[in-house]
């Protein structure tokens, strides 16, 4: 626009008009004569600046996602390995946990069977000349490990040591097929002699000397031991009869039993450095289960059954005399029953 005397002029008087509208419109006491106008411009350039908004928001916030997607993405790497190391240091902590438990358990097996022990953990599943069966442990020849030392764990008998190195030895399982250990039967002197059978280290073969000897599952046997305690210290516990398997007209009797520590999940162990001074007998092996008392309801019941039952007995309707032979034994057949009935009672047991 040229700078003219008619422009300036016009701009004058649109400035003038602009002031007496704005002053009419202020001084209005009721209502604004120009409010119609108002409001239909508020309504024009209200939707306006919304669909210009609505338009322009989503461009400016596109580019700055795009300035900021850099930094965005370094953030959530240094997030995921914020997460991922919290989470190796919780399963770290639990597995500290859980050793420190079981190494607090294996010291009291230790300390109640008199054996001498160094903890150590299990590092790997391998083989060895002549084994299939074996594992390795982090302590060697440099900590006092010698071969044929006994290991065990909270749980029972592990194995025992067949190679030394300067900071390792390997250890054959009581599972391997060609391991072998003397046992006996817990509560009696009872003995024979454990022999792996594979699977895995869920069964063991225990083949007792005598088989006459009574054995039944859920009998619980023992380590024998060694002399001088080499290769296995006495009193360890090995298993839990599982079965047993007639062996009519041999000499020994077989039975597969459980083994007491999981030799297929090991970790805190134990090298019996030194034999007990005495023989632990069964003072390791965990308490047995225990039989459920009798309620006094159940023992009435039982002692009106039994006085039903003698009352009921051959006899018992007979005179004095009849009684006073039974009670002095001059029957004719008190002789022969009480002679029988013990025998009976042994045969069934």
């Known amino acids: 626009m040229k700078d003219t005397r008619r422009a300036r002029v016009n701009l004058g008087l649109l400035l003038a008009a602009a002031l007496v509208l704005v002053t009419i419109d202020h001084r209005s006491v009721t209502e604004s004569p120009f409010g119609p106008l108002r409001t239909v411009g508020t309504t024009l350039f209200g939707?306006?600046?919304?669909?210009?908004?609505?338009?322009?928001?989503?461009?400016?916030?596109?580019?700055?996602?795009?300035?900021?997607?850099?930094?965005?993405?370094?953030?959530?790497?240094?997030?995921?390995?914020?997460?991922?190391?919290?989470?190796?240091?919780?399963?770290?902590?639990?597995?500290?946990?859980?050793?420190?438990?079981?190494?607090?358990?294996?010291?009291?097996?230790?300390?109640?069977?008199?054996?001498?022990?160094?903890?150590?953990?299990?590092?790997?599943?391998?083989?060895?000349?002549?084994?299939?069966?074996?594992?390795?442990?982090?302590?060697?020849?440099?900590?006092?490990?010698?071969?044929?030392?006994?290991?065990?764990?909270?749980?029972?008998?592990?194995?025992?040591?067949?190679?030394?190195?300067?900071?390792?030895?390997?250890v054959v399982l009581l599972s391997d097929p060609a391991s072998a250990a003397g046992a006996r039967l817990e509560g009696s002197n009872e003995i024979g002699v454990v022999h792996g059978v594979g699977e895995n280290g869920r069964l063991v073969r225990f083949r007792l000397?005598?088989?006459?000897?009574?054995?039944?599952?859920?009998?619980?046997?023992?380590?024998?031991?060694?002399?001088?305690?080499?290769?296995?210290?006495?009193?360890?516990?090995?298993?839990?009869?599982?079965?047993?398997?007639?062996?009519?007209?041999?000499?020994?009797?077989?039975?597969?039993?459980?083994?007491?520590?999981?030799?297929?999940?090991?970790?805190?162990?134990?090298?019996?450095?030194?034999?007990?001074?005495?023989?632990?007998?069964?003072?390791?092996?965990?308490?047995?289960?225990s039989k459920k008392p009798k309620e006094p309801k159940e023992l009435e019941e039982n002692a009106s059954t039994s006085e039903r039952a003698t009352s009921r007995a051959p006899g018992a309707e007979s005179g004095s005399e009849s009684g006073s032979d039974a009670e002095s034994g001059s029957g004719p057949e008190s002789g022969p029953r009480g002679a029988e009935a013990p025998r009976g009672r042994r045969e069934g047991a």
């Open 47 to 170: 939707a306006a600046e919304s669909a210009g908004s609505g338009i322009v928001r989503p461009v400016g916030e596109f580019f700055e996602t795009m300035a900021e997607a850099p930094s965005a993405r370094a953030r959530l790497e240094r997030l995921r390995s914020e997460n991922q190391r919290l989470r190796h240091d919780l399963a770290a902590q639990s597995l500290d946990r859980e050793r420190s438990r079981e190494l607090r358990r294996l010291l009291g097996v230790a300390g109640t069977g008199g054996y001498r022990i160094l903890p150590t953990q299990v590092i790997a599943r391998r083989g060895a000349p002549g084994f299939e069966e074996a594992v390795e442990l982090d302590v060697g020849r440099a900590d006092g490990v010698r071969p044929e030392m006994t290991v065990l764990n909270a749980d029972g008998l592990v194995g025992r040591v067949v190679q030394v190195g300067p900071s390792t030895s390997t």
């Open 209 to 289: 000397l005598d088989s006459t000897a009574p054995i039944t599952p859920g009998h619980r046997i023992v380590s024998f031991g060694s002399q001088r305690g080499a290769p296995y210290v006495a009193g360890v516990p090995i298993g839990v009869v599982e079965r047993v398997e007639a062996t009519p007209g041999e000499l020994t009797r077989i039975a597969y039993a459980r083994p007491s520590a999981d030799l297929t999940a090991l970790d805190v162990v134990g090298v019996v450095v030194r034999a007990p001074r005495r023989d632990p007998r069964d003072a390791v092996l965990p308490p047995g289960p």
